[in-house]
């Protein structure tokens, strides 16, 4: 959704008006909402949109065509911007946009895109400690309708599920978070589709059965993340993956040299991927299997 150019017509008509922002928000809002839409930083709801229309001599209509011509784009950048800020951990800043969309009363984006910001909300209010974990798992498990006709058609549901798992996983309910894996895994259409998801849940459940000290099964998930790795040509996960496999081999007892090639194969791939805090974490825990020149080499 081009709120970039709502923004600017919004400032444009402002001026053209001899308002300042305080004026314009008069009665309507906040000088700080004005001042967020201008700037495209939020998606004013309907009630707000239609006020500020009549005090800006156009009508509603007008905003909307500049609106709805990119409501998927705005839909798209959202979701990847979240992807980002869970990524890097940003609950808080996650928090404060999903509060905001779910502020939005009359607005209607559709059934993917409210089930996007409430999962989002949720995640970030569970790591934030606004929420306790059952209570975050519970409201999870809510946007998980699978009377909608739309279930399991979109790779959100399966993101949810995840989420699941990894919460129960947190809270050592690992039994919980194993089934809630399996599950995942018993959806092979959608698996076969997005195999890089694929990999990372082989991944989750390797680090799952290691905790459980199952490490055979450890072992046998690690290698299947490595081979699906391979097969599709694709390192994201193979290095985390590599260095699993070489935990799992100390633990069984295997000879030193597979396990040596593991940590070595490891740290290769975090070297090509330039990922220094796995460089360095490689290096630190397992320095010894990895010969002289890889532990002083970066």
């Keep these: 959704m081009n709120t970039k150019a709502l923004g600017m017509e919004i400032k444009r008509l402002r001026k053209l008006n001899n308002l300042s922002q305080s004026q314009l928000a008069e009665g309507i809002c906040t000088q700080a909402t004005i001042s967020g839409i201008e700037a495209g930083k939020g998606y004013p709801s309907v009630d707000i949109l239609y006020v500020l229309s009549i005090r800006l001599k156009v009508t509603l209509d007008f905003f909307y065509k500049i609106l709805l011509?990119?409501?998927?784009?705005?839909?798209?950048?959202?979701?990847?911007?979240?992807?980002?800020?869970?990524?890097?951990?940003?609950?808080?800043?996650?928090?404060?946009?999903c509060s905001n969309e779910l502020s939005q009363k009359n607005r209607q984006m559709g059934y993917k895109f409210d089930q996007l910001i409430k999962w989002n909300y949720f995640v970030s209010s569970y790591y934030l400690k606004k929420m306790d974990f059952r209570t975050s798992i519970n409201n999870l498990k809510q946007l998980l309708d699978k009377s909608h006709p739309l279930f399991g058609q979109d790779?959100?549901?399966?993101?949810?599920?995840?989420?699941?798992?990894?919460?129960?996983?947190?809270?050592?309910?690992?039994?919980e978070s194993l089934n809630q894996y399996h599950l995942i895994l018993s959806y092979k259409d959608f698996l076969s589709q997005q195999y890089r998801f694929h990999i990372k849940i082989y991944y989750n459940l390797s680090k799952l059965y290691f905790l459980l000290k199952d490490y055979e099964k450890s072992f046998k998930f690690a290698n299947l993340g490595i081979n699906m790795s391979v097969l599709n040509e694709d390192m994201s996960m193979a290095g985390q993956l590599?260095?699993?496999?070489?935990?799992?081999?100390?633990?069984?007892?295997?000879?030193?040299?597979?396990?040596?090639?593991s940590y070595q194969n490891s740290l290769l791939i975090f070297q090509l991927l330039k990922r220094d805090n796995y460089i360095e974490m490689v290096k630190e825990q397992k320095g010894k299997f990895l010969g002289k020149n890889n532990e002083s080499n970066s």
């Design 242 to 261: 590599y260095f699993q496999k070489g935990m799992c081999l100390e633990r069984l007892k295997k000879g030193s040299t597979e396990i040596n090639k």
């Design 69 to 97: 011509n990119d409501a998927q784009e705005y839909i798209q950048e959202t979701e990847k911007y979240l992807q980002e800020l869970l990524k890097k951990k940003n609950y808080e800043e996650a928090f404060q946009l």
């Design 155 to 175: 790779f959100l549901d399966f993101k949810i599920q995840n989420s699941i798992a990894i919460i129960y996983a947190e809270n050592q309910l690992y039994q």
